[in-house]
């Protein structure tokens, strides 16, 4: 089976309340993972394919993610992505693949340089995980750049030992 942590895990790893734009040409996919991100509290906006979700991010954005479909008619994710990061250079987005795809594999254009990438087919958790792990990241770099200013102090460390039970006299 799967590590307890995996199978369970805690809620605030799962949820959120920050908004999505889904951009999935396969309507059941679509639906799924519609029902799946508002159900733990995200706010969902749905494109039927990628010139859609240009649309839709011009008209109602910004997001605090973009999910993009990679192989969708009229426009796939790398070309919807280089398009929405040129009115949003900030955007985070997150590939879908049907084939595996490590997210950059045109590194000159950081346009579209996808944050995370979930190869289908993907499970529910693997998605919510995905998301959470995407809109944090930012969050999690700002701590450590702050964290990292005093390599000698370690925030984990015990305190000096001291003699206990002998009082000395």
Same mark, same amino acid.
Do not use: C
């Given at each position: 089976?799967?590590?307890?942590?995996?199978?369970?895990?805690?809620?605030?790893?799962?949820?959120?309340?920050?908004?999505? /734009?889904?951009?999935?040409?396969?309507?059941?996919?679509?639906?799924?993972?519609?029902?799946?991100?508002?159900?733990?509290?995200?706010?969902?906006?749905e494109a039927v394919d990628g010139a859609d979700?240009?649309?839709?991010?011009?008209?109602?954005?910004?997001?605090? /993610?973009?999910?993009?479909?990679?192989?969708?008619?009229?426009?796939?994710?790398?070309?919807?992505?280089?398009?929405?990061?040129?009115?949003?250079?900030?955007?985070?987005?997150?590939?879908?693949?049907?084939?595996?795809?490590?997210?950059?594999?045109?590194?000159?254009n950081p346009a579209t340089k996808f944050d995370?990438?979930?190869?289908?087919?993907?499970?529910?958790?693997?998605? /919510?995980?995905?998301? $959470?792990?995407?809109?944090?990241?930012? $969050?999690?770099?700002?701590?450590?750049?702050?964290?990292?200013?005093?390599?000698?102090?370690?925030?984990?460390?015990?305190?000096?030992?001291?003699?206990?039970?002998?009082?000395?006299?």
């Amino acid at each position: 089976g799967h590590p307890a942590h995996l199978a369970n895990p805690s809620p605030e790893l799962l949820e959120g309340s920050e908004r999505v /734009l889904l951009a999935e040409d396969d309507k059941s996919i679509r639906d799924v993972m519609r029902a799946v991100l508002t159900y733990r509290g995200y706010k969902v906006v749905e494109a039927v394919d990628g010139a859609d979700a240009v649309n839709k991010h011009h008209a109602g954005g910004p997001f605090d /993610l973009v999910i993009l479909d990679m192989a969708m008619p009229t426009l796939g994710g790398r070309e919807a992505l280089e398009q929405i990061r040129a009115q949003d250079s900030a955007a985070r987005a997150l590939a879908l693949s049907g084939t595996p795809f490590d997210g950059e594999d045109n590194p000159r254009n950081p346009a579209t340089k996808f944050d995370g990438v979930l190869n289908k087919p993907f499970g529910n958790i693997e998605l /919510l995980q995905t998301v $959470r792990r995407i809109l944090d990241h930012q $969050r999690v770099t700002d701590l450590r750049s702050a964290v990292s200013g005093s390599p000698a102090r370690s925030f984990g460390a015990p305190p000096e030992p001291r003699a206990r039970g002998s009082v000395n006299g």
